[in-house]
């Protein structure tokens, strides 16, 4: 069976940081993209990261770039987000997610296929 499991989120205070992690069971995702999406009360699911098998594509929503960092370790089957300078609107419940393709439309991330599978989520909360 498959499953992700998050971790890390908390309360933080406007300009903090905190890394979320994603540990993926059950099956290799190593030859898919994997990432992390939000949601905040009253809108939509949004993508926010996501990071190619290798690591060596990144992919970040306007909203979260040159803030937030996606990495991945293989070998733990393990996905990271490194959120620094928090802003209040950051404020969601993250949810991992796991086998899906991405591909950059001008400048624009575009999930062309998945996510297969999410993670249960985890609440960041970031106080003005």
């Known amino acids: 069976q498959v499953q992700l499991v998050e971790s890390g989120g908390g309360l933080v205070q406007a300009g903090g940081s905190l890394r979320l992690s994603c540990a993926a069971s059950g099956r290799t995702f190593s030859s898919k993209a994997m990432g992390w999406f939000r949601q905040a009360p009253g809108k939509e699911r949004e993508f926010v990261a996501a990071?190619?098998?290798?690591?060596?594509?990144?992919y970040y929503a306007d909203s979260v770039k040159g803030r937030f960092t996606i990495s991945r370790d293989n070998a733990k089957n393990t996905v990271y987000l490194r959120m620094n300078s928090l802003k209040p609107e950051d404020t969601a419940v993250y949810y991992c997610a796991a086998d899906m393709t991405i591909e950059v439309v001008t400048t624009t991330p575009i999930i062309t296929t998945g996510p297969s599978y999410w993670g249960q989520g985890t609440q960041v909360t970031v106080s003005s």
């Open positions: 990071i190619s098998w290798g690591g060596g594509n990144t």
